[in-house]
């Protein structure tokens, strides 16, 4: 069974820093596409960030592009969302996904596996 469990948000001034955690467990990851999305109150779920877990090419939502990074460490099974230049917009429940597949999407639909998320507040 395919557990993800994310660490990291908090509350940070605009223009300040997080780094999110998402560790992964129950299988091997190879064949797997990572990915970050985030869900602001009354909004719904939003794409911000993929990794494909062999090769780690990656692809990010244009609203993030330049400022998040994404990454995984092999050995820790774990995924990372750096953020940096927060802005009050980036508030959300991050959350982190894993799709059974080598093609990145976009969509929440497309991913069988979901952690519980973790609070993100950027204040102004």
């Known amino acids: 069974q395919v557990q993800l469990a994310e660490s990291g948000g908090g509350l940070v001034q605009a223009g300040g820093s997080l780094r999110l955690s998402c560790a992964a467990s129950g299988r091997t990851f190879t064949g797997y596409v990572m990915s970050w999305f985030r869900q602001a109150p009354g909004k719904e779920r939003e794409f911000v960030a993929a990794i494909r877990w062999s090769g780690g090419s990656t692809y990010y939502a244009d609203s993030v592009k330049g400022r998040f990074t994404i990454s995984r460490d092999n050995a820790k099974n774990t995924v990372y969302l750096q953020m940096n230049s927060l802005k009050p917009e980036d508030t959300a429940v991050y959350v982190c996904?894993?799709?059974?597949?080598?093609?990145?999407?976009?969509?929440?639909?497309?991913?069988?596996?979901w952690g519980q998320g973790t609070q993100v507040t950027v204040s102004s």
């Open positions: 996904a894993a799709r059974v597949s080598v093609t990145i999407a976009t969509m929440p639909d497309e991913y069988a596996y």
